[in-house]
């Protein structure tokens, strides 16, 4: 996880989803002049690749832990221990996005047989952004606390990355 490289499967694919996202964004703007009108999908697709960018997008900022956080009190209670507070902040949003995850998963199932109104997927595709996301976060968050629990140099969140965790 950590110090494996600067791309990962997550950042990739909201990268790509946001340059599919410009290319309907502006076949919808073109399609506004007369000689090139815009299918009617186009909406609706920018709105789904929009989502997905997004979740997944998350998952990059997970892999970075580029997440806001106010590090003044942590750092200045516990100096150089202050990784332990934001182990157990890590532990306790682990076990948020198992819960979510379990909702996202529900509304996935429940969502199947949902027709999209102008595109050929079921709803599920588009509720499905936030479990599959989910996953990544999770994997991230696993891989963090245990190289924070385990690891004879803890990650320091205002510093990115720690190097040489071998996950």
């Known amino acids: 996880m950590f110090g494996k490289g600067k791309y990962s499967l997550e950042g990739i694919a909201a990268s790509l989803l946001f340059l599919a996202l410009i290319t309907i964004v502006l076949l919808q ?4 002049v007369a000689p090139f009108p815009a299918p009617v999908w186009t909406e609706e697709l920018a709105r789904w690749i929009w989502v997905w960018m997004v979740f997944l997008g998350i ?11 106010m590090g003044l009190f942590a750092e200045w209670i516990l100096g150089r221990h202050h990784y332990l507070l934001y182990t157990a902040a890590d532990m306790i949003f682990l076990g948020v996005m198992f819960h979510l ?3 996202g ?3 996935v199932l429940r969502t199947w047989n949902n027709e ?3 595109l050929y997927f079921t709803d599920a595709a588009l509720y499905a ?3 599959v996301a989910a996953i990544f976060i999770i994997h991230r968050l696993i891989a963090r606390i245990r190289h924070n629990l385990f690891s004879p140099q803890p990650a320091d969140p205002s510093q990115g990355e720690p190097k040489g ?3």
Not at 29 to 32: A, E, L
Not at 63 to 69: D, S, V
């Open 105 to 107: 998963y529900k509304t």
């Open 101 to 103: 995850t379990w909702i």
């Open 59 to 69: 998952g990059e900022a997970e892999r970075q832990n580029a997440q806001l956080r």
């Open 165 to 167: 965790d071998p996950s």
């Open 29 to 32: 703007v073109f399609g506004r």
């Open 129 to 131: 952004a936030f479990p």
């Open 116 to 118: 999209s109104v102008t």
